[in-house]
């Protein structure tokens, strides 16, 4: 478990060691930028190391569920959304599966208590945790996009927009992921939650809607991860509709910004059981 550096302390100072007239007093909580990029640093390399084997798998589950689905789809509208969904379904395994895993182990193991004695503010350990994990999947969504394009035989012309399909979409993910983490009685049921939450990406995302029921078609609107999809999804049109496309990218914005609190919050209570 990393520490966060003396550096990103206001003054860039140490606490005050103890002397003969009594404890020593503690500076001010750091602020909230700093701390974010030292947890993010810290995260980042802790998590390198363990996680990129599950990042391979990540990916070549993605692919092989395009491949897979090239034997039933042929093209047009459900081949955009096979690729779509297969890209954003690596910031789902990612975000949902891995990190909901990681702070239920963290609450299970006593690791929040570690970082409650922190001057680092609870938004900084979410925030960062978060986005470190989410850093990850940038490769293996790229990967699989342009396996999918080149697959279905798709333009590889607006595959920028995954750069912010990837955070926004993440976002709402990984807070989703972290809440289910933090909220879990026990880390079995925060493995099998963001195991759930997978799946409904999977098949909410992948298969196209158009030979959902109705009734599964209402709950693919209430995935975040969906309008994810119908972002990267629209832009392979001779003349995407550009303001759909925003729209979507600010679903998943909104409602990133509502599960990061959710999470923080949930760290709050966590933290001081």
């Known amino acids: 478990m990393s520490v966060v550096p003396a550096e990103v302390l206001p003054g860039g100072s140490r606490a005050v ?64 959304s096979v690729v779509a ?77 995954l750069l912010a399909v990837i955070p926004l979409a993440g976002a709402a993910l990984a807070g989703l992921g972290a809440a289910c983490g933090l909220l879990a009685p026990r880390p079995e049921l925060a493995t099998l939650l963001g195991q759930l939450g997978m799946s409904a990406a999977l098949l909410l995302g992948v298969l196209p809607a158009g030979r959902m029921p109705e009734a599964i078609r209402l709950a693919r609107d209430l995935l975040p991860s969906t309008y994810g999809v119908e972002a990267y999804a629209r832009t392979f049109g001779p003349h995407p509709d550009w303001a759909l496309v925003l729209l979507d990218l600010g679903v998943c914005a909104g409602v990133g910004v509502v599960s990061l609190a959710v999470a923080t919050r949930a760290y709050r209570k966590a933290a001081v059981r």
């Not at 909580?29 to 798998?57: D, E, G, K, M, T």
């Not at 891995?98 to 938004?123: I, K, N, W």
């Open 17 to 80: 060691p103890e002397t003969a007239s009594g404890p020593a007093e503690l500076g001010p909580r750091a602020r909230l930028w700093p701390s974010l990029a030292a947890v993010y640093r810290a995260q980042l390399s802790r998590a390198r190391v363990a996680r990129i084997p599950l990042l391979f798998v990540a990916t070549f589950q993605s692919v092989g569920i395009a491949v897979m689905m090239r034997g039933v789809v042929e093209g047009g509208a459900e081949a955009q």
């Open 85 to 161: 969904g297969s890209s954003v379904l690596v910031v789902a395994y990612v975000a949902l599966n891995l990190l909901s895993q990681y702070f239920g182990h963290l609450r299970a193991s006593g690791g929040l208590d570690h970082y409650a004695t922190l001057p680092v503010p609870p938004a900084a350990v979410v925030l960062g945790a978060a986005a470190a994990y989410a850093s990850f999947t940038v490769p293996g969504t790229l990967v699989t996009a342009v396996f999918g394009c080149v697959l279905f035989g798709l333009p590889l012309t607006n595959l920028w927009v």
